[in-house]
């Protein structure tokens, strides 16, 4: 049955200033001052020995999961990843990389872990978690007087101007009928599209997964519903390197958790 | 030490998903077991789910999976197949996630009809427990030439087994099972009919089923049903297509450690 921390919300912890953050500088901090004043030498080795190993996870904008922007990497598979390293005994360090060398940068080891990972199957890597993490179900997003309940009934939707974040390719049934679609581009993307439907500039959005947008959390909730577009469900999985030492893998596999799902805002 | 009962366990456990054949039918009766009782259960659960009820814990979560076990008593007489199995504790685990998936919807108050029928349900189902890494998939089906999700068409096997199933000498509710090989390796399949009852006929049934058109001037009737979709022009208890099953013998799963 679904392990006990499925549906904890963890605190948020902002990566400027959570504990990944805070031991790095702690660290860089002794370091200065080991090299420029006359800090005793065991201080700086006592500090070391309790700090725990750092794992390397790269991300891309993937909102509200992960979401990049200039204050720095965050979302709540950021606090879910986390806390299942933490759980195991490691400390989590993000970094983000553009989405099409995610998985080049696994295969080459620049990263230790890797989300959201689409393909499992890839030559040199494997996953964290043996099962998918989450499955990405992408759909149409209306607002709610408006909602369409299925998307195999196409006329429903062929004529409606439609919008979608820039950067996400729609699934081929929508491009093949739907001749209104309109990309949205520019910063906080998925939040924007969404507006431009509730504000009533356009009658859909298209969005690459339907739950991160139309859940009890969601702060469109109360404007919008979305239907999904059966058959074009991808799992999702957290990568992993194969680098990375057997043992520590299995620390993290024995670590039960999972991203959720669910947006927080 | 601890530490190493559980790891033994684990492992244990990962190697009990390859089998004999014999557990292999057991294991798909319960697999379809489990999926008829929830469709029946969603069947049944409509009008709650349509509601502005507030209260629908018992279609979420362990009383999701509690009402299935008391459905799956009365309909086929014997317990609820325990969890004892990596792809049957998968299968209930992948349930409780699409409801957790829908919850928004289904607790939505602002929308009437939420569509999430039993159909929906499968369909969600099916891609999650069928991309799940184990060497098992379960899908519905409908006849090639009737279908109103072009999704669900079915496959050669598929195809062949629900036109012998078409045929007047096929027992109602009679299912089919054999063995097939494939590059993967050899697979059970099993495909069991689903005949339109009375109440599938308000969407699937003739024009003259139509609730919408209860009350109405015949030249004014709707051809569309609530859902949106062409009244097909079922009849009752004509085979309406199938639940298809198919479970890897001897097949070691991509999934190494589970649950």
Redesign the interface.
Known sequence: ??SETANTKIPMRPPQTGPVSWGFVAAAWFLFLGLCLPVPFSSVQAATANDKTSLTIGVFDYPPLVTITDSGIGGSAIEDLSAILDEAGYVATFRAIPRKRLLQSLVANNVDLAFPLYN?NAEGITTML???VL?E?PGLCFR??N????L??V??WRNLTTVYPGGVEPVPILKKYNKQLLPIYGEDVLDRTIKIVISGRADAAYVANI?SV???N?QY?RHV?C??F??Y?S?IYIGASKGLANGTLERL??TKGRIN?YSSD | MNARI?LLL?LLTGNCVGQDLNQTHKLSDEILSIFGSAQIYLFRSQTLINSKAKNKDQLF??AFIDQLKLIHQQIYHSPFPA?DHPIK??L??SM??VMD?N???I??K??D???FIPA?FA??LS??FS???YPVSIKFVGLKDRL????NVPDQWETSTLTKMQGSHWRTNEGFREVTASKQGKYLRTLQPIYHKQQCLTCHGSIADNPVNKGKAENTWSTENK???TMQNFKLNELAGGVSLSVGIDIQP?????N
């Open positions: 049955m679904l499992n043996a099962e998918p499955f179900t709610k007087e909602f369409v309940q299925f195999s009934t006329k429903h739950f139309y859940n009890l969601s909730y519903a239907s999904s059966f058959g469900t799992p596999r024995q799902l | 559980l684990v979560g362990k969890a504790a998968y209930l685990n409780i996630a998936d919850k928004a919807l607790l939505d602002e929308i009809f939420k569509g929906v369909f969600q891609q999650r991309n799940g890494g109103v999700n072009e999704l859902a949106g979709f991509a999934v190494s450690n589970s």
